[in-house]
């Protein structure tokens, strides 16, 4: 039994009743309909979380999950280069990277990530906006040849469960050297 305070006088018992605690809804509950348009499923938690991150932008600490999607998705990493510039990096960043981890391709590729996770050269101002998902498959589109790698993170950042894919061969090298020009210019 409780009490409850009232204004300064004596306390009033109240009887509250036995409250316990409900079991989660069946997993076979999600395949129900809904009655309520606005109610979430057990699925769409996922989801929710998956939207919800991408809109709250990446940083540095999401670098393991960043590089595994982009393994993930068979990206080629010795294209590290093309992707900073289409990320918003600067050339000379870029320079500064290659001739610091020496060309190795997978040390570049690590290092170019970084640097677009903690926001160098004010990769949130250019056409990408902040670090996101959405925006990594945006600069992969705009890359030419990584469409296939840009649905594949686009859909993951929309919280679809991607389709199985076929092993590829990254084709990675260990020089990060590229024939790779920069005009300049960044195209949104």
């Given at each position: ?35 309520n348009p606005n109610e979430l499923g057990i699925g769409d938690l996922d989801i929710v979380l998956s939207v919800l991150a991408n809109e709250l ?16 998705a068979h990206f080629r990493k010795a294209d590290w280069d093309k992707l900073g510039i289409s990320l918003g990096l600067h050339k000379n960043t ?95």
């Amino acid at each position: 039994m409780r009490t409850s305070i009232s204004n300064g006088t004596a306390a009033t018992p109240v009887q509250v009743p036995a409250v316990t605690p409900s079991a989660p809804p069946h997993p076979s509950a999600a395949a129900l309909p809904r009655t309520n348009p606005n109610e979430l499923g057990i699925g769409d938690l996922d989801i929710v979380l998956s939207v919800l991150a991408n809109e709250l932008g990446l940083n540095i600490r999401d670098l393991g999950d960043v590089i595994q999607k982009l393994e993930d998705a068979h990206f080629r990493k010795a294209d590290w280069d093309k992707l900073g510039i289409s990320l918003g990096l600067h050339k000379n960043t870029l320079d500064v990277i290659s001739a610091n981890e020496r060309g190795d391709v997978d040390r570049c590729f690590t290092e170019c990530l970084v640097k677009w996770l903690s926001r160098a050269d004010d990769v949130d101002s250019k056409c990408n906006g902040k670090p996101s998902y959405s925006s990594l498959a945006d600069a992969l589109d705009r890359m030419g040849n990584n469409k296939n790698q840009a649905d594949y993170i686009r859909g993951l950042s929309e919280g679809k469960k991607p389709a199985k894919r076929q092993k590829l061969d990254p084709g990675s090298t260990k020089k990060c050297g590229s024939d790779y020009k920069y005009n300049g210019n960044i195209t949104c």
